[in-house]
């Protein structure tokens, strides 16, 4: 081939050829790869946990737990256009220690040219729209079988506005945790301590469902509980790798942290349910998984390998009996023990993150910081979490109840939200 020819072969390339990753300052490897986290995420929510907890309940409420997680994907997902993605992620001036600005909502001017990094910001609006639809999500599980689906959408709204949306900005959105080095790569605080708390003053302000404790409730559907729960371990890599926004060896190391996590704590609650109640079940196995994935979430940017296995096991054990704890000797009706699995998993792998984050256990270091300099900072930032996602949830769930009332009736609750909210069911033959 001559050089000429060659020459003009490049030429052709050139013209026919998609432009390179790095086009207009938008690096196209890293948009492709959070674009596709995005899909994960939501995938996570709808519809993999709506299977899952729609498994895990008796099957006159399966359809309940399903409208719920789809009516909040639509509610949320309206809500961070207009304005809570612009209250977290927005300048807030003289105010932005503790809460973003208005400039955002609606997302005036945003063309596909503005980047956040080097992905444009469309991208990672809706990628972090993923993480606000699924944490009120989780929530459900506290109060599945016995909540009106009004009262569930108010306090879900509500919810997003006074808890979630300071607390995403205090630690993501540069606000004052995030100024005292608090870690948080994907959510353990954010996301599972905050719903973790959330639920659990919602399980105990809306009281037991009738028969609890004395009436067996076991999962209608174990086959559809597996499936969520597949589903959630798939999308879980979009959740934690997806949180590096780029696509390179942070990512990678990430999404390999969480899988370790998942199959250490997965067998390490089986082996203790094994090893209790002399068989292993199903329930356990997944459970333990989630207990595995909540836990790394915060730490999945941070450590190695080996933090993640250490990480998941204990996961698995706390978790365990956190449940054990907060069902058999508390008797707080949590329905699906979401307080217990993301709650204390969340608190657990935060305050694990300023440990198994320092390079002298395998992690990507402390920045200049001791161990017990950041499992303070990982404490605080816990504890404050606690007390904000408390405090609120308490106070909304008390509005709500005084307004429009929290709990349909026995009578409603005996036959079954499916019948009695949406005049459906689950299975015709039942």
Known sequence: MTTITRALMLIACSLILPEPAWADGINQANTAWVLTSTALVLFMTIPGLSLFYGGLVRSKNVLSVLMQCF?????????????????????????????????????????????????????????????????????????????KFSAMLWFSGLWLIV???????W??????????GAKDFAGGIVIHVNAGVASLVAALVLGRRKGFPTVAMPPHNMTMVVTGAGMLWFGWFGFNGGSALKADGSAGMAIAVTHIAAAAGALTWMTIEWLRFSKPSVLGIVTGMVAGLGTITPASGFVGPIGGLIIGIIAGAVCFYATQFVKRRLKIDDSLDVFPVHGVGGCVGS????????????????????????????????????????????????????????RVSEDEEQQGLDIVLHEETGYHNL
């Not at 503005?114 to 990672?124: C, K, M, R, S």
């Not at 300023?354 to 402390?366: D, M, P």
């Open 351 to 406: 305050i694990l993150t300023g440990v198994f984050a320092a390079e002298s256990f395998g992690g990507l270091g402390l920045n200049g910081v001791t161990i017990a300099e950041q499992v303070g900072v990982q404490a605080l930032a816990v504890l404050v979490t606690a007390a904000w996602s408390g405090l609120f949830s308490y106070g909304l769930l008390k509005l709500i109840d005084l307004f429009i009332g929290l």
């Open 163 to 169: 808890v979630y949306m300071p607390i995403c900005h």
């Open 71 to 147: 009516a909040i994907t639509c509610l949320v997902s309206i809500l961070w256009l207009a304005g809570v993605y612009s209250f977290v992620f927005a300048d807030g001036g003289s105010w932005q220690q503790f809460l973003g600005g208005g400039s955002k909502i609606f997302l005036p001017e945003m063309g596909t040219q503005n980047l956040i990094g080097d992905i444009p910001e469309t991208v990672f609006f809706m990628f972090q729209m993923t993480f606000a639809i699924i944490t009120p999500t989780l929530i459900v599980g506290a109060f599945a079988e016995r909540m």
């Open 171 to 180: 630690i993501w959105g540069n606000g004052w945790l995030a100024a005292l």
